[in-house]
């Protein structure tokens, strides 16, 4: 369980994926405690899964200040970089 109101980092692997970004396009990040039913949901209580039906809303809040810097890499891969 996480504390809450604490600042915790973490490094988040989208694992081998690409996309083509032409003049114009955009990106949005979205941030979420879940994909269900793509992935089981988290009940935030703490107790195992499966043991009960509360739930617990969770709150994401992406902080991005001189103490606490937050960023998004995208690699390029192209006709002009010098991966393969």
């Known amino acids: 369980m996480i504390e809450p109101g604490r600042p915790y980092e973490y490094a ?3 694992w081998a994926t690409s ?3 032409r003049a114009g ?9 879940s994909c269900f039913p793509r ?5 935030n209580t703490g107790h195992p899964f499966g043991a009960d039906a ?13 103490n606490h ?3 998004v890499s ?4 192209g006709p002009d970089s010098k991966s393969c």
Not at 39 to 43: A, G, L, Q, S
Not at 74 to 77: F, G, I
């Open 74 to 77: 995208l690699p390029l891969v």
């Open 19 to 21: 996309n083509v970004f």
């Open 39 to 43: 992935w089981d949901r988290n009940p």
């Open 25 to 33: 396009h955009r990106i949005r990040l979205q941030v979420t405690s």
């Open 54 to 66: 509360e739930l617990r809303v969770a709150h994401q809040e992406i902080l991005h200040n001189r």
């Open 12 to 14: 988040i692997d989208l």
């Open 69 to 71: 810097p937050s960023r």
